[in-house]
């Protein structure tokens, strides 16, 4: 049937759940990933679709670590889109539009290939825990099955209630059973839990819309792609999404049906997704606005399935078909399924330590929806950290832990564990302050040498990270000791409006004024040369150009990191005393004693704690 003694078990098999099943496994831990059905491993619940503002950023960590999801977002592309170009390198995400079908297959396929992973069907029922640690879990036939650590990844199944209109029933999402069990034996040890809500909008009949009245949003002429590897290609051929816009007319529809709406009539009581609404909610917060967009997303290559972005909604399915039916487009749409809302449990992630090892149970790790958060992106990232961080326990190795600097993947666990989430927590740019740092360009020059110590991304991985750092920088330096004559210059300082050169300068200089491209500067004697002979691809020519660009701001912010970093170094004790500082504020002290920070840094970024405070801290530690 399969071993009965596991180095890791992961609980769930969502994107959390297979990342953490991966990471674990390829790193030598003996791994047993367990799921309520095999068939849905790494289902797009929601929309079909990866990557995007920050989470496309995540998507190129997780790559550059080793983890398999920028290679099946890559495999199983449809569309491939970097969002903010007009804007710096900071700001530019990645997203593919995905075939859904496809993204699940490759999931199980890459998955199945993995050495040291085994799978099993069933429900786990509860966790088998003795003396403050676990050591395995139990399934709801009554198996035991015994590990060294234990990934929970339940995503929306714990006690999962789903909601359309006045209906309710039990589920983990549409068509599939919640997950109960597990949520007694966390709270009878002593955890805290909580209830987190999401939603989804109805998947609709591609054939019944009229395209004709919509806006066309087609792919990126020339796409990229997410994975740092060979092992993928950017799409030759893509599929277009489409947009269309809602109306007075449509918004009277929806509001006829407020009264019978979970949302309105008290039967959701959990707190929802702020960043995304759902299009009862809209109409409601946002009462100024005659029109709201809908993206108009195919579900894969083949099939005729369609999802409606921008319309979730936990309404009587009635009213989401008539008032859909009023969306220009979408006048004789017909149904696959309604959209509908899911109320779950989640555990405050305040409860977890840097490496999502619970505080209260040694060897539990938690990551995913578990936590608060919401996002295919943001529960993979966490998953495989979790499956790291469980397989380096097992091994009896030092914990591995991403700060802010070098990672969004360190913002976001840092934030959840800090300062905890009462609403599904979503990532975005703004709330990384070194994203100068954290570009998507430069994932692999961040992370991939981390990973390869780690025994997790492969020598071949690293071996293109270093050719590529190595003849970036070269090109870089070039630049720096080519000069370029006014003779030369000026025809192309003039073209691009830029002020004329009276002496000849480095082109480096030339290079860093704003106006000025790469394909200008491949038009000074020498560059294009250089770039031939030393065989530059297009990924480590853009990254001379950010380098070159954007070198002071980068600076800058590593200053301001190397600064940050030494308070990173204070280490507060184990179980420090906070109660006997009476000099600090009491809301710190009762903070501080909550979440229990290692760091004084990661004091500080506590809610509640102010500098005095933190002042007060270093004093007492005799700092």
Same mark, same amino acid.
């Given at each position: 049937m399969f071993d009965k003694q596991y180095d890791v078990i992961v609980v769930g098999a969502g994107h959390a759940g297979s990342e953490a099943a991966a990471a674990a496994a390829n790193m030598g831990s003996k791994t047993l990933l367990i799921t309520m059905n095999l068939q849905?491993?790494?289902?797009?619940?929601?929309?079909?679709?990866?990557?995007?503002?920050?989470?496309?950023?995540i998507v190129r960590e997780i790559d550059a670590m080793g983890g398999y999801s920028g290679i099946i977002s890559d495999t199983s592309a449809i569309q491939f889109k970097m969002?903010?170009?007009?804007?710096?390198?900071?700001?530019?995400?990645?997203?593919?539009?995905?075939?859904?079908?496809?993204?699940?297959?490759?999931?199980?396929?890459?998955?199945?290939?993995?050495?040291?992973?085994d799978f099993y069907q069933e429900m786990v029922a509860g966790l088998i825990i003795?003396?403050?640690?676990?050591?395995?879990?139990?399934?709801?036939?009554?198996?035991?099955?015994?590990?060294?650590?234990?990934?929970?990844?339940?995503?929306?199944?714990?006690?999962?209630?789903?909601?359309?209109?006045?209906?309710?029933?039990?589920?983990?999402?549409?068509?599939?059973?919640?997950?109960?069990?597990?949520?007694?034996?966390l709270i009878d040890v002593g955890f805290e839990a909580g209830r987190m809500k999401t939603g989804t909008p109805p998947r609709v009949d591609g054939r019944s819309l009229d395209y004709s009245k919509m806006v066309e949003q087609p792919g990126d002429d020339i796409p990229g792609k997410f994975s740092f590897s060979d092992e993928?290609?950017?799409?030759?051929?893509?599929?277009?999404?489409?947009?269309?816009?809602?109306?007075?007319?449509?918004?009277?529809?929806?509001?006829?049906?407020?009264?019978r709406s979970p949302m309105f009539n008290g039967r959701i009581k959990s707190i929802g997704p702020r960043y995304c609404p759902s299009i009862?909610?809209?109409?409601?917060?946002?009462?100024?606005?005659?029109?709201? $967009? !809908?993206?108009?997303?195919? &579900?894969?290559?083949?099939?005729?399935?369609? *999802?409606v972005n /921008?319309?979730?909604?936990?309404?009587?399915?009635?009213?989401?078909?008539?008032?859909?039916?009023?969306?220009?487009?979408?006048?004789?749409?017909?149904?696959?399924?309604?959209?509908?809302?899911?109320?779950?449990?989640?555990?405050?992630?305040? $409860? !977890?330590?840097?490496?999502? &090892?619970?505080?209260?149970?040694?060897?539990? *790790?938690?990551? /995913?929806?578990?936590?608060?958060?919401?996002?295919?992106?943001?529960?993979?990232?966490?998953?495989?950290m979790a499956g790291i961080n469980a397989?380096?326990?097992?091994?009896?190795?030092?914990?591995?832990?991403?700060?802010?600097?070098?990672?969004?993947?360190?913002?976001?666990?840092?934030?959840?564990?800090?300062?905890?989430?009462?609403?599904?927590?979503?990532?975005?740019?703004?709330?990384?302050?070194y994203r100068t740092l954290l570009r998507q360009d430069n994932a692999d020059f961040r992370l991939t040498e981390k990973s390869y110590n780690l025994g997790l991304a492969s020598e071949e991985r690293m071996r293109k990270m270093e050719q590529k750092k190595e003849k970036s920088f070269k090109f870089v330096q070039f630049l720096k000791d080519l000069s370029v004559v006014p003779e030369e210059a000026n025809p192309v300082l003039e073209k691009r409006k830029s002020s004329p050169m009276k002496q000849s300068d480095k082109v480096f200089k030339v290079f860093s004024r704003p106006q000025i491209t790469m394909e200008d500067v491949k038009n000074f004697s020498g560059v294009e040369e250089f770039i031939s002979e030393n065989d530059l691809d297009e990924e480590m020519i853009e990254q001379t150009e950010i380098q070159v660009k954007y070198s002071g701001y980068i600076q800058k912010e590593k200053n301001n990191a190397d600064k940050l970093n030494r308070l990173e170094d204070i280490r507060i004790p184990n179980n420090f005393d906070y109660s006997r500082i009476k000099s600090m504020s009491y809301e710190a002290r009762e903070k501080?004693?909550?979440?229990?920070?290692?760091?004084?840094?990661?004091?500080?970024?506590?809610?509640?704690?102010?500098?005095n405070d933190i002042s007060v801290l270093l004093v007492y530690m005799g700092r």
């Open positions: 849905n491993i790494a289902q797009m619940s929601c929309n079909p679709a990866m990557g995007g503002i920050a989470k496309g950023q969002l903010n170009k007009s804007k710096g390198p900071a700001m530019w995400s990645p997203r593919v539009q995905s075939d859904r079908m496809r993204f699940a297959e490759d999931w199980r396929i890459k998955l199945e290939q993995t050495p040291n992973l003795k003396n403050e640690k676990v050591v395995g879990v139990r399934t709801s036939l009554g198996l035991e099955i015994m590990a060294k650590s234990v990934v929970c990844t339940n995503g929306t199944f714990l006690n999962g209630l789903i909601h359309i209109g006045d209906k309710q029933f039990g589920g983990g999402r549409a068509g599939e059973r919640a997950a109960t069990g597990i949520t007694k034996d993928t290609k950017p799409l030759t051929k893509q599929r277009s999404c489409h947009m269309t816009y809602t109306s007075n007319e449509v918004h009277e529809i929806l509001k006829e049906g407020f009264d009862e909610d809209k109409i409601n917060r946002f009462a100024d606005k005659d029109r709201h $967009q !809908l993206f108009v997303e195919p &579900e894969g290559w083949n099939t005729v399935e369609v *999802y /921008g319309f979730s909604t936990s309404l009587p399915e009635d009213v989401q078909f008539k008032a859909l039916r009023s969306v220009e487009g979408f006048e004789n749409v017909k149904f696959f399924r309604p959209g509908y809302a899911i109320e779950y449990d989640y555990f405050p992630p305040t $409860q !977890l330590k840097h490496t999502l &090892e619970t505080k209260l149970v040694e060897g539990l *790790y938690f990551a /995913g929806q578990i936590n608060g958060t919401t996002g295919y992106e943001e529960a993979a990232c966490q998953g495989m397989a380096l326990k097992v091994q009896e190795r030092d914990e591995f832990i991403l700060k802010r600097n070098e990672a969004y993947i360190g913002v976001l666990i840092d934030d959840l564990i800090t300062k905890g989430t009462e609403e599904p927590y979503r990532m975005f740019t703004s709330r990384a302050e501080l004693k909550k979440v229990q920070p290692t760091t004084i840094s990661q004091a500080s970024r506590i809610s509640g704690v102010s500098p």
